[in-house]
């Protein structure tokens, strides 16, 4: 399983990364392999706001359907089109094709309450 130490991680298994005050999500290498086959994403439309915690969307596998939720709160600034016309980079490149939006937050260290790769490792060691 792959967990960058570059990112930060929801317990929701939603990835983080800041650039500026923008934070890219996606969701994690352990989400999409416990999903399996992702057939569906509905993404959040740009201009939303999002709360952390709260649901931005669902993604859907051959096994399930399942919540995004938004790691940070703010306003989603960009969506990944290409994910939503080829739902399964998210099995094949979760963290880089396969990311879903961009979040502009208000407050950056909003990302500092979220796990580190080591704190990640040991959630989904369990």
Request: hydrophobic share 40%; with cysteine.
């Amino acid at each position: 399983m792959d967990i960058p130490a570059n990112l930060r991680y929801s317990t929701d298994h939603e990835w983080a990364s800041l650039e500026g005050t923008r934070v890219r999500v996606g969701i994690t290498d352990y989400a999409q392999d416990a999903l399996g086959d992702v057939v569906f994403v509905d993404l959040p439309e740009v201009g939303a706001v999002v709360e952390a915690g709260g649901a931005m969307g669902e993604v859907e596998s051959t096994k399930s359907v399942s919540e995004l939720f938004a790691p940070v709160s703010g306003t989603v600034v960009a969506v990944n089109d290409g994910c939503v016309d080829a739902p399964e980079q998210i099995n094949s490149d979760p963290y880089g094709a396969g990311w879903l939006c961009e979040i502009e937050v208000a407050d950056v260290s909003q990302v500092d309450s979220l796990l580190d790769a080591p704190a990640y490792t040991d959630l989904t060691a369990h």
